[in-house]
């Protein structure tokens, strides 16, 4: 049970690297990259994997339904605005990216600093 969740966590750390990295690289032209989408949906759904699988486990430790809830949030938020910005690539602009960027760096450090 325990090599599936770090399996998962590899996923979603993966899923969010390729946002934050691709987003970064494709900043001057003011559009998302190709993978965008992929890895969000990535992150989205290894996120709520690893929730239910630590939630269902008993070897595993509960997990912080306060924390989850605000990741959920803003993985959403980011979610629809990498949605928007595919469907609708003219409407991509340095605001929509620094907000893709923003929060997903924000989702990050509430991973890795709120204990």
Do not use: C, Y
């Not at 996923?11 to 990295?21: D, E, N, Q, T, Y």
């Not at 992150?43 to 306060?66: F, H, K, Q, W, Y």
């Not at 979610?79 to 989702?107: A, D, Y």
């Amino acid at each position: 049970m325990e090599l599936l969740q770090h399996i998962l966590l590899f996923l979603h750390l993966l899923g969010w690297a390729i946002v934050l990295g691709g987003t970064l690289v494709t900043m001057r032209d003011n559009r998302l990259p190709k993978g965008a989408l992929h890895g969000i949906l990535t992150a989205l759904v290894t996120g709520i994997l690893m929730v239910g699988l630590a939630s269902a486990s008993d070897e595993l430790r509960d997990p912080n339904n306060v924390k989850v809830t605000v990741k959920l949030v803003i993985a959403l938020v980011v979610t629809g605005l990498v949605v928007f910005g595919t469907r609708r690539p003219e409407k991509v602009t340095k605001g929509l990216l620094g907000g893709v960027l923003g929060l997903t760096v924000l989702n990050v450090a509430i991973a890795v600093l709120w204990r």
